[in-house]
């Protein structure tokens, strides 16, 4: 079946605790991105990736990190959580950055930073 | 402003009853609209995707795009309690850019 699967799925922490959400594609999907969804805010990018080795910032990069060693991977780092993080992250992805009208996203992660 | 602008609603509405939903945006070199279907606490599930203006029928859905007014729309006929859901719009210029966002909708169907 073809997927887009996160974990975890529910995650709280502390601020400051170095924190990983990992995110996962089975379909040769050169494409990948994350985002986070807020009340009243909608979907939007934090980061994306067109291909292995080859990441980019969205519109809310600020206190995440972001690597892309394999192609089926895209794992989400926050090296300092803060409050303001707290939020439901969906990966995403696509078979190329051309054909994101076609995005299929994750299950969602949601965080909460104390 | 927001470039992508959707009531959130909520919207509650009979089963059987049509729904209706839209967007309106501000950048005019989008050419791909689509729709998403939310349930709770699920990630967004593509419903339908139109390039450039025009209609689109999938089943009970309609998507429709005027390119001219810069609005765009949703319509589910027959509406099912399984309707229930968030419905997020987003769009898309050609090429590799990024999607942008509609704050999504809250669509009840009461049975």
């Known amino acids: 079946e073809a997927q887009v699967t996160q974990n975890p799925r529910y995650l709280i922490t502390v601020t400051g605790k170095k924190l990983t959400v990992t995110c996962s594609q089975n379909?040769?999907?050169?494409?990948m991105s994350w985002y986070r969804q807020d009340p009243g805010l909608g979907l939007r990018q934090i980061y994306y990736?067109?291909?292995?080795?080859?990441?980019d910032k969205g519109d809310v990069p600020e206190g995440y990190k972001v690597s892309r060693k394999e192609k089926r991977n895209f794992p989400l780092i926050l090296e300092s959580p803060s409050p303001n993080q707290t939020s439901l992250y969906f990966c995403?992805?696509?078979?190329?950055?051309?054909?994101?009208?076609?995005?299929?996203f994750g299950p969602g992660t949601r965080l909460l930073v104390l | 402003q927001k470039e992508v602008e959707q009531d959130p609603g909520p919207l509650s509405v009979p089963e059987g009853a049509i729904v209706s939903l839209n967007c309106t945006y501000s950048?005019?070199?989008?050419?791909?609209f689509m729709w998403y279907r939310q349930y709770s606490r699920k990630g967004p599930e593509l419903l339908m995707y139109?390039?450039?203006?025009g209609n689109k029928e999938d089943g009970r859905f309609t998507a429709q795009v005027d390119k001219s007014s810069k609005y765009i729309s949703l319509f589910i006929r027959d509406s099912q309690p399984s309707d229930s859901a968030t419905y997020l719009c987003?769009?898309?210029?050609?090429?590799?850019?990024?999607?942008?966002f509609g704050a999504g909708t809250t669509v009840t169907v009461r049975a």
């Open positions: 950048n005019s070199a989008f050419q791909y």
């Open positions: 995403a992805s696509s078979r190329t950055a051309t054909e994101q009208e076609t995005q299929y």
């Open positions: 139109t390039y450039s203006s």
């Open positions: 987003a769009m898309t210029e050609p090429g590799p850019k990024k999607l942008s």
């Open positions: 990736s067109m291909n292995v080795e080859v990441t």
């Open positions: 379909m040769n999907h050169e494409y």
